[in-house]
């Protein structure tokens, strides 16, 4: 079955980095576009930054532009979420998302904390 498996979270001090890494199973991960999405304490999710497999094309919110970098492993059936420049606003849970055929999949979500 299809499986996401999110981990890198923590706490971080605002100017910080972390590497959030999402590994994946069950389906075929080289031909599937790969996403992070965040949500914090009362707002909805918002989606981070997408990987597309064609061409290696990535996109980003405008909010996280400069400072992620989304990039994947496909040898390893993983997914990356560089974060540098980390920001109080930037307190979240992470999740991995995948969407294979007309079904949503998501990871367990990993926290996210920027503080001082």
């Known amino acids: 079955q299809v499986q996401l498996v999110e981990s890198g979270g923590g706490l971080v001090q605002p100017g910080g980095s972390l590497r959030l890494s999402c590994a994946a199973s069950?389906?075929?991960?080289?031909?599937?576009?790969m996403k992070w999405y965040r949500q914090a304490p009362g707002k909805e999710r918002e989606l981070v930054a997408t990987s597309y497999t064609v061409g290696g094309t990535t996109n980003y919110a405008d909010s996280v532009k400069g400072r992620f970098t989304i990039s994947r492993d496909n040898a390893k059936n993983t997914v990356y979420l560089q974060m540098n420049s980390l920001k109080p606003e930037d307190t979240a849970v992470y999740y991995c998302?995948?969407?294979?055929?007309?079904?949503?999949?998501w990871g367990q979500g990993t926290q996210v904390t920027v503080s001082s």
């Open positions: 069950g389906f075929t991960f080289s031909t599937t576009t």
């Open positions: 998302n995948a969407r294979l055929f007309s079904t949503t999949f």
